[in-house]
């Protein structure tokens, strides 16, 4: 089993930044392949960011790309998300999840694991 706890949302005007954090407990982390979701009021979950259990591998919506950077410390058992240039539609519950598989996965069903999430509001 893991647990999973994300951290790191708000309120943050367009053009801004934020940090999530996603603290992972339980089985072992660093073979865990990690993906970061966001959920809009009226959406399907999106896939936002992946990375594989080496860090080495990424991947990342295009609505993100360029602007969002998944990142993970396998010593701290936590993975990141550094969020830059905001924009109102970004806002969304932000979701990490761990799969017992090792690469880098954009499909939601293939995760094992979910965080309760976390709200990001992004002002206009």
């Known amino acids: 089993q893991v647990q999973l706890v994300e951290s790191g949302g708000g309120l943050a005007q367009a053009g801004g930044s934020l940090r999530l954090s996603c603290a992972a407990s339980?089985?072992?982390?660093?073979?865990?392949?990690m993906g970061w979701f966001r959920q809009a009021p009226g959406k399907e979950r999106e896939f936002v960011a992946g990375?594989?259990?080496?860090?080495?591998?990424?991947a990342y919506a295009d609505s993100v790309k360029d602007r969002f950077t998944i990142s993970r410390d396998n010593a701290k058992n936590t993975v990141y998300l550094q969020m830059n240039s905001l924009k109102p539609e970004d806002t969304g519950v932000y979701s990490c999840?761990?799969?017992?598989?090792?690469?880098?996965?954009?499909?939601?069903?293939?995760?094992?694991?979910w965080g309760q999430g976390t709200q990001v509001t992004v002002s206009s």
């Open positions: 999840a761990a799969s017992r598989r090792s690469g880098v996965i954009p499909t939601p069903a293939l995760y094992d694991y």
């Open positions: 339980g089985r072992t982390f660093s073979n865990s392949a």
């Open positions: 990375i594989d259990w080496s860090g080495y591998n990424t």
